[in-house]
């Protein structure tokens, strides 16, 4: 069965400090899909990253990267030089098969960066 | 503002009563999904439609839910009979074939149920 695990409940930094949120998931597709979504305090999920298992190459977006190890089933989320704004619930999900279907989330990581 | 939208926002029932959600999606996508997230929690997928089928349904969309999309536009939700157990934040999310999956997501309705 399909399963996102986030290990990681809350995690609290200061600002410029790098942060790893971690992401494990359990699937018997071959293909499948990762994602990443931020929910704010205002409650709206934002689309971050979205991962094709058969794309292993890890990915930079501004400071945002993401580490996709098949090997491990991980899906790693890091934040480099954290800012205030970037406090929220992050959520890992993963959508089996075929894409457009049900996202399996996880249960969020609550960051928190203080000044 | 071109993105999902869902009314209302915030709804406060009582126990038995019914209730009715309406959500808006993307204008140019053709798949529409609702969720239900409680607090703590992720999103747990209810239904998914495509234009106005609905493809799938989870097990946690009880007899006393039920959802529709009548012009493949809009969908709502209604639930029969709500229960304590309910009060929730209900989520919708539209995508299009083209996205692979890339799901956009509404601002949701909080539903409690006294």
């Given at each position: ?42 409650g ?63 249960k ?8 | ?5 869902q009314?209302p926002r915030h709804k406060i029932t009582k126990r038995g009563q019914n209730v009715t959600f ?12 609702w969720y239900r997230q409680t607090l703590g929690q992720g999103p747990e997928f209810l239904t ?10 989870s097990r946690l969309l009880s007899d006393r839910f039920s959802a ?9 939700l209604e639930i029969q009979r709500t229960e304590q157990g309910d009060s929730a934040m209900y989520l ?16 949701g309705t909080r539903l409690t149920v006294t």
């Amino acid at each position: 069965a399909q399963k996102v695990t986030q290990a990681q409940t809350e995690i609290s930094v200061v600002e410029k400090e790098d942060v790893t949120l971690d992401c494990v998931y359990e699937t018997r597709d071959t293909t499948y899909y990762l994602f990443w979504y931020k929910q704010p305090p205002s409650g709206e999920l934002v689309f971050l990253i979205r991962r094709n298992s058969f794309d292993e190459q890890n990915e930079i977006s501004g400071r945002y990267s993401w580490n996709f190890q098949k090997s491990t089933s991980s899906f790693n989320f890091t934040i480099t030089a954290s800012q205030v704004v970037d406090s929220a619930v992050y959520f890992c999900a993963l959508s089996e098969a075929q894409a457009g279907t049900a996202l399996i989330f996880g249960k969020g990581t609550t960051l928190s960066v203080s000044s | 503002d071109t993105g999902v939208s869902q009314d209302p926002r915030h709804k406060i029932t009582k126990r038995g009563q019914n209730v009715t959600f309406r959500c808006d999606p993307i204008s140019e996508h053709n798949r529409l999904y609702w969720y239900r997230q409680t607090l703590g929690q992720g999103p747990e997928f209810l239904t998914y439609f495509q234009n106005e089928a609905q493809l799938e349904k989870s097990r946690l969309l009880s007899d006393r839910f039920s959802a529709e999309r009548p012009k493949g536009s809009f969908s709502t939700l209604e639930i029969q009979r709500t229960e304590q157990g309910d009060s929730a934040m209900y989520l919708c999310a539209s995508s299009s074939t083209g996205d692979l999956g890339e799901q956009y997501f509404g601002p949701g309705t909080r539903l409690t149920v006294t």
